[in-house]
C-alpha cells in the first residue's frame, strides 16, 4: 500500500454554486465505537490514544457486524494532542509519539491488524473533516468499506498553549492577540458582544442553551460527564461562573478530554447488508470565512455562517423545513447563535437564537437543539454531534432520543473557530 497522504485540498466542496453533491444518497454510515472518556491520560498504555483505538475501531465493527479483513479504507486524524494541532508533547528519546498523544492511519492499520487496506488519508483537521474527507472517498470508489477514526487527548489535563502562543512574545497579527489569551477566545468573545449589541440580547439568555446541554450530555454514556461528573448544571451555577474573557464564562468553553471514536462508512449498496440501519450521507460541504483583519468581525461571521448553510442545502438537495435533527458544532457555547440562525432550523431567524433558547428546547419538547450536548455536555472531543446524528436516526440514542420526527440531520463543525470547518447532511433515504 502506498504510503498514505493528506486529503488534497480539491477533495473539498468549499464553493458555493457547486449544486447537488454527485455521490447523494450513495455513501453510507453503518457502525459507531467509542473508547472510555478521560479527562487526562495517566500515562499507562492501557489508557493511550493507541489502546483507546483499538477499543473503539472493536466497538464499530462490531456494530457494523463486520470482520477487520472486510475493511478496505482508512481515514484518520493522525494528531490528537490538547491543541487540536499537535504537540510534540513528550522531550526525547521517543522517537514517535504516535499512539500515544496521537493515532495515525498507519498506526491503526498495523496495530489493530486490518489486512486488505488499500486506501489511506488523513485528515488534518477534526472529526468533521475526516468525515467529509471519508464520504468523499467511499463515493469516488475509493474504498467499499471504509474506517474513520478520531482519536482525541489531553495528556496535561487541562488547556495548554501551543505554537505561537507558547512564545514569550507576540509578533506578526499575534501581537493583537495573544497578550489577551489564546487568540480564538478574545475573537469570540468580542463577537458575541457585537451579537448582543446588534439584538439587545445579553450573556445571561444563554442559560437555557448551557444548562440543556449538560442536561442532554449527562445521558450520553459514553461522555466524561455521564461517566465522571454526573451532577449536572444549574442556571445558577452558569451564571456565577468565573470569567474567561468577558463575556465568556468557563461553562461557555468545553472540557478537553481523552477519548476515541470510530466510525464504519460504506456505499449505499453494500449497507442493505450491514446489521445497523444505514444513514445515507446527502452532502458535505467546507469553509474558510473571509476576514479582513487579525479578528473576525460579527457581519464577517454572519456572512461565513450564511455561506455554511447554503451549500448545505445545495448539497443535499433539502431546504430549512426538511431538516429534523440540529448537532452543529458547540466547542464555545458563545458562537452556536450563528448556525442556528444561518441554517434557520425550526424558523430561527437572525437575532432570534437567544429568545428561542427560552423555549422547551429539551430533547423530549417539539425544539430538541443538539440532543447531543455536543462538547458542551459530554466533553471536547467534537465527535458527540456525529454519533447522536446517527443514532438519532437509527432510532437508538437511547435517553437522548427526540420525540420529534428524525429522519435528517445537519452535523459539522469548526477547526477551529466560529462559521469555518467542516459540515455535513444525513438521511435515513437515499432518496
Not at 522517537?95 to 496495530?111: F, P
Not at 461517566?227 to 464564562?249: A, F
Amino acid at each position: 500500500m502506498a504510503p498514505t497522504q493528506n486529503a488534497p485540498a480539491s477533495i473539498y466542496r468549499d464553493k458555493e454554486g457547486l449544486g447537488v453533491w454527485e455521490h447523494r444518497g450513495k455513501v453510507a454510515v453503518v457502525g459507531v465505537g467509542h473508547s472510555p472518556a478521560d479527562r487526562r491520560w495517566d500515562e499507562s498504555l492501557e489508557t493511550s490514544l493507541g489502546a483507546y483505538s483499538i477499543i473503539a475501531v472493536k466497538n464499530a465493527l462490531d456494530d457494523a457486524g463486520l470482520t477487520a479483513d472486510q475493511i478496505d479504507g482508512v481515514v484518520a486524524v493522525p494528531s490528537g494532542l490538547g491543541g487540536p494541532w499537535g504537540g510534540p508533547y513528550f522531550d526525547p528519546p521517543y522517537d514517535s509519539e504516535d499512539g500515544l498523544s496521537g493515532v495515525s492511519a498507519d498506526w491503526i492499520i498495523k496495530n489493530y491488524g486490518l489486512p486488505n487496506v488499500n486506501f489511506s488519508m488523513h485528515a488534518p483537521g477534526c472529526t468533521s473533516n475526516a468525515m467529509c474527507v471519508a464520504a468523499q472517498s467511499v463515493g469516488d470508489g475509493q474504498a467499499k468499506t471504509l474506517l474513520v477514526l478520531r482519536a482525541t487527548g489531553n495528556n496535561p489535563g487541562r488547556y495548554g498553549q501551543y505554537g505561537a502562543a507558547n512564545e514569550d512574545a507576540a509578533s506578526g497579527n499575534a501581537q493583537w492577540t495573544n497578550p489577551w489569551g489564546w487568540q480564538l477566545i478574545p475573537q469570540i468573545a468580542f463577537g458575541f458582544e457585537e451579537y448582543t449589541r446588534k439584538y439587545g440580547s445579553n450573556h445571561d439568555k444563554m442559560a437555557p442553551f448551557v444548562v440543556n446541554a449538560r442536561s442532554n450530555g449527562l445521558l450520553f454514556p459514553e461522555g466524561y460527564y455521564a461517566q465522571h461528573r454526573p451532577e449536572g448544571l444549574t442556571v445558577e451555577d452558569y451564571l456565577s461562573s468565573r470569567w474567561i474573557c468577558k463575556p465568556m464564562n468557563i461553562n461557555d468553553c468545553d472540557l478537553p478530554i481523552q477519548a476515541v471514536v470510530a466510525y464504519v462508512m460504506t456505499t449505499a449498496e453494500r449497507a442493505k447488508d450491514m446489521k445497523q440501519k444505514p444513514v445515507y450521507v446527502l452532502g458535505h460541504s467546507s469553509n474558510i470565512p473571509k476576514v479582513r483583519s487579525s479578528v473576525q468581525t460579527l457581519e464577517e461571521t454572519e456572512a461565513s455562517a450564511a455561506s455554511i448553510a447554503k451549500k448545505a442545502y445545495e448539497g443535499s438537495g433539502l431546504s430549512p423545513r426538511d431538516l429534523d435533527i440540529f448537532n452543529l458544532y458547540d466547542g464555545f457555547t458563545l458562537f452556536f447563535q450563528y448556525y442556528l440562525e444561518a441554517y434557520g432550523w425550526h424558523g430561527v431567524g437572525k437575532g432570534e437564537a437567544h429568545d428561542f433558547y427560552a423555549g422547551d428546547i429539551s430533547i423530549k419538547g417539539p425544539h430538541p437543539v443538539m440532543p447531543s450536548g455536543g462538547n458542551n455536555g459530554a466533553g471536547r472531543t467534537r465527535f458527540w454531534h456525529w454519533t447522536d446524528s446517527i443514532q438519532q436516526l437509527q432510532g437508538r440514542a437511547g435517553a437522548r432520543q427526540v420525540t420529534i420526527k428524525a429522519e435528517t440531520a445537519a452535523v459539522g463543525g469548526p477547526t477551529p473557530g466560529p462559521a469555518r470547518g467542516d459540515y455535513m447532511i444525513f438521511s435515513t433515504s437515499p432518496d
